[in-house]
């Protein structure tokens, strides 16, 4: 079995996605994140894979994004990623948006400040060229980043843009993400994805 088959849930933003990839084959599909979805989600990853003519057992991985995001959303889509990967004895590995965001610059400075804004506030997240967690996330003012992170490398996911202010979004050497899921390929390789207590990641 190729052992880079894996399913990727991301059902932490509106809308979500499934990925999978098969030997050379991906196959991705949209869904809209809200409760009612919630409630049919693993309806939603069958109907995926029939409709692709795939099972579970060529897997050998699943990769689920822990957050921050929609509550809801998360508690689901892990406690289904938790129950295929139990049922069929399939590895299960947990990512964020702050890794997801920076995964594209590894190797590239020797610091990377990865930004996500959730209800009105701004949380920044520190690595370094290894993608190594550097710090605990912390909240920061506008102001506060203005000032104090000015010419690092700075990224931020390109769904969440429309919530930043402009004069953040103007400062230098910021970078605005389009996720890749088959980023998450090398994210594993390297040891960087949670293999143990893998669970949502709130922010407060």
Not at 144 to 163: A, D, G, R, S, W
Not at 169 to 174: G, T, V
Request: proline letters at 2%; charged letters at 25%; a positive charge.
């Amino acid at each position: 079995m190729d052992i880079m088959n894996f399913l990727s849930i991301d059902f932490s933003t509106n809308p979500g996605t499934l990925y999978l990839k098969v030997k050379n084959k991906t196959f991705s599909k949209v869904l809209q994140n809200d409760k009612s979805n919630n409630d049919i989600l693993m309806k939603q990853i069958l109907v995926f894979f029939n409709e692709n003519n795939l099972n579970f057992d060529i897997l050998s991985a699943i990769f689920i994004n822990q957050g921050p995001g929609h509550f809801s959303g998360l508690r689901t889509s892990l406690s289904i990623a938790k129950g295929i990967s139990l049922s069929k004895g399939i590895n299960l590995f947990g990512y964020n948006l702050f890794l997801w965001s920076c995964a594209q610059f590894i190797n590239t400075k020797s610091s990377i400040y990865s930004f996500i804004q959730f209800r009105d506030k701004y949380f920044i997240k520190k690595f370094d060229e290894n993608l190594n967690s550097k710090n605990k996330v912390k909240e920061f003012t506008k102001d506060e980043i203005i000032k104090k992170i000015t010419n690092k490398l700075k990224v931020i996911p390109k769904h969440m843009i429309k919530n930043f202010d402009e004069k953040i979004l103007k400062m230098d050497n910021l970078h605005i993400i389009d996720l890749d899921h088959k980023e998450l390929e090398s994210l594993y390789l390297k040891g960087l994805l949670n293999k143990d207590l893998i669970k949502p990641f709130y922010l407060s």
